[in-house]
Structures are given as C-alpha cells and as structure tokens.
C-alpha cells in the first residue's frame, strides 16, 4: 500500500471548518483513500473514504484532487469533540489488506 | 454486543510474565485483526485471521507473540515472558466478510487492551 505523508499537527476554532490534508504522490490506481481518527483512549474511527470523486457523508467531505495525489478531509463545523489524531491511509478496497498506519495529524479544536 | 469488545481494559504484569488479552469481535464478521500502538504512535499490524484461519502473521514482533482464534470468533493475543518494551495498547478489529457482502473496507475498532510491563 502506498505511503502518505501529513502534517504532525493543526489547530482549528470551534465552529469553523478544519481542512486537513493528505499527501499520497504513489497511490495505484485500485487504491482508495481512507480517513479514520482516534480520540483519546479510544479506538480508531472511520470517517470516510473514496477513489476519485468527491466523497460526503455525516461526519465529513473528502476532496481528491484530479490526479488523485494528494486530498483533503473537511470537518465542516469543528466540534470540541472532533479533537482527535487523524489518519490518513491508502489501501486496496475488498482486499483483506491490512491498513497501514503512519502517526497522522493531532487536530486540536479550541473554543 | 454491538462493538468489538476487548478485555481487560488494562493490565499490568511484571517482567517476564505471560499475558492474554481477549478479543471480542461484532457478530458475524469475519476477518479479525490485531494491531500494537505505543505511545504517540499510530497503530502498528501484528497480525490478521480470517474466520480461524490466520492468514497473516507477518506484524508479531517476536516469539513471545501467539494469537489464536479457535472458532473463528473470540480471539486471544498471548504474550509470554512480557518486556517491557511490549508495553502499548493493544487494539483488535474486525471486519464484515468483503467477498460476499458488500463493505466499505471499514474495520470496526476496539477501544484497546493497555498493557504495562513494569
């Protein structure tokens, strides 16, 4: 699976959108894009995920850019409670594979 | 119950002891996870079963690890003769079976086992 690269850390205001992003310059074409987060103390969570459209669920939007490089996960009203280390992971989607995690963003929301 | 379950929450055991950390999966799932995370670190792979069969081992750090599952449920990630660098939070998921029903890749986490080795 290919290897992603993020920023250690981000603050975001409460209220506002946090737009965290998601270097993948060696994604393969069968790869998808997968955000998951972990609040303190807890397990991992998963957001969402995509190919190459433009993704949005409850929780989030995920933008891919066109050459599917790099993307952007959008919480669009941060909440005190979307506190929390945000993984980004590309993986083959239906393969048993394994997800590979790196050490992700440390998004603090602030009042 | 309605999410991975793991027990105990926490242990502590002294230097050279056995531990056994439990692994309770969603009903029905079939592919069973198990992934190490030291402090500040994200998640790192030991090991993978599907149903009982484990099919992926390649992440268990050392002989001191053994992970079993039986009857392809419950699942127990055994650590004999504790160091203390296996101290971290040991975390199990688990998954749908992908190749028969429709899934979103998303594997369903625990909320861990920490263990400490003193």
């Known amino acids: 699976d290919a290897k992603t690269t993020q920023p250690p850390s981000m603050d975001c205001a409460e209220g506002r959108a946090a737009n965290l992003p998601c270097n993948h310059s060696t994604i393969s074409g069968n790869e998808y894009v997968y955000w998951y987060r972990q609040i303190h103390s807890q397990g991992p969570q998963y957001i969402i995920h995509?190919?190459?459209n433009n993704e949005t669920n409850e929780m989030a939007s995920l933008i891919i850019t066109e050459d599917r490089k790099s993307s952007t996960l959008i919480l669009p009203h941060a909440t005190l409670r979307d506190t929390a280390v945000y993984y980004c992971i590309v993986r083959v989607r239906n393969s048993w594979g394994k997800l590979q995690f790196g050490a992700g963003t440390q998004v603090v929301v602030t009042p | 119950g309605a999410g991975v379950s793991q027990s105990p929450r926490y242990k502590v055991a002294k230097r050279g002891q056995d531990v056994a950390l439990r692994c309770d999966p969603i009903?029905?799932?079939?592919?069973l996870f198990w992934y190490q995370q030291a402090l500040g670190q994200g998640p790192e792979f030991l090991t993978y079963?599907?149903?009982?069969?484990?099919?992926?081992k390649s992440g268990l750090p050392s002989d001191r690890f053994f992970a079993e599952r039986p009857e392809g449920s419950v699942s127990t990630l055994k650590i004999q003769r504790t160091q203390q660098e296996d101290s971290a939070v040991y975390l199990c998921?688990?998954?749908?079976?992908?190749?028969?029903?429709?899934?979103?890749?998303?594997?369903?986490f625990g909320e861990g086992s920490r263990l400490t080795v003193l």
């Open positions: 998921a688990s998954s749908p079976n992908h190749l028969t029903s429709p899934n979103t890749g998303e594997l369903f």
């Open positions: 009903s029905g799932h079939v592919s």
């Open positions: 995509g190919l190459k």
């Open positions: 079963f599907q149903n009982e069969a484990q099919l992926d």
